[in-house]
């Protein structure tokens, strides 16, 4: 008899457990469901005003004219309420960032785009010009920022990196690249030769004289290229690249 009780009382306690548990299950499933009801009737619209405002005005303008009326009116009241925001705003930014990465125009693709078979001058024009390119396009920047390796980037590689670089390189094309670099850029390679060999680096671009410009973009595009093959093949890492996500 005892036996019995004790079965009806596990029996008791299992569906009073049960119980419980179906209306923490009922809760969480409901608010799940009302989340996705609120993206669809709020939330999709607050989705496109944040990557209309990506676009910019005038072409957010003739996207929107395209539009059937009641969806446009939902986007519009969207983009009233976001007020001054402008593509460069971070909620703005990982909207449009979201989007270019399910569509696989993103990361290195995205930077390649610019970056690839671009010369030093264009490259130099490019840094020079970082901030327009990034209120012109933040994702884009970002990606660019990202992917885009210049000498002065020889200061992130590690030593044993630099030695690796440096055994690919000869020393003229090593004075012209070092030309005109920052000091930081030429104490890590100093650092990373023998005193013998850094002295003698030191007095040919001391006295190399005036060179040309496009001499020097050249000299340093050798050993960028060098980074570029050796990073493929796996013989060095360049730290930052090692992380794909940019932008959530």
Same mark, same amino acid.
């Given at each position: ?8 009382? &596990? ?39 944040? &990557?209309?405002?990506? &676009? ?41 960032? @979201? ?15 610019? /970056? ?34 210049? /000498? ?7 030593? !044993?990196?630099? @030695? ?24 890590? /390679? ?11 680096? @030191? ?7 005036? /060179? !040309?410009?496009?001499?020097?973009? =050249?000299?340093?595009? =050798? ?26």
């Amino acid at each position: 008899m005892s036996d019995e009780n004790d079965k009806n009382e &596990l029996a008791k306690f299992e569906k009073q457990a049960f119980e419980e548990m179906e209306k923490k299950i009922s809760a969480a499933d409901d608010k799940s469901m009302k989340l996705i009801e609120e993206y669809i009737a709020d939330g999709f619209y607050k989705t496109l005003a944040k &990557l209309a405002v990506y &676009l910019g005005k005038e072409r957010a303008k003739t996207l929107l004219q395209k539009l059937p009326q009641d969806l446009r009116s939902g986007i519009e009241q969207n983009i009233d309420a976001l007020g001054e925001k402008n593509r460069t705003d971070p909620a703005i930014i990982v909207e449009a960032a @979201q989007v270019l990465k399910k569509t696989g125009f993103y990361g290195k693709e995205m930077a390649d785009s610019v /970056i690839e078979k671009t010369n030093q001058e264009e490259l130099a024009a490019l840094l020079h010009e970082s901030d327009k390119l990034f209120e012109r396009n933040p994702v884009l920047a970002i990606n660019v920022e990202h992917y885009l390796f210049t /000498i002065e980037d020889l200061v992130i590689l590690d030593d !044993r990196s630099i @030695q690796r670089i440096l055994r690919e390189v000869t020393q003229e094309v090593l004075a012209k690249a070092l030309k005109n670099t920052s000091d930081s850029v030429r104490d890590k /390679i100093y650092r990373n030769m023998s005193k013998r060999a850094a002295s003698v680096l @030191q007095e040919d671009i001391d006295f190399m004289g005036p /060179i !040309r410009i496009s001499d020097v973009y =050249e000299a340093q595009k =050798e050993i960028i290229d060098i980074v570029k093959r050796l990073e493929k093949n796996g013989e060095i890492v360049i730290a930052r690249l090692a992380t794909e996500e940019l932008v959530p």
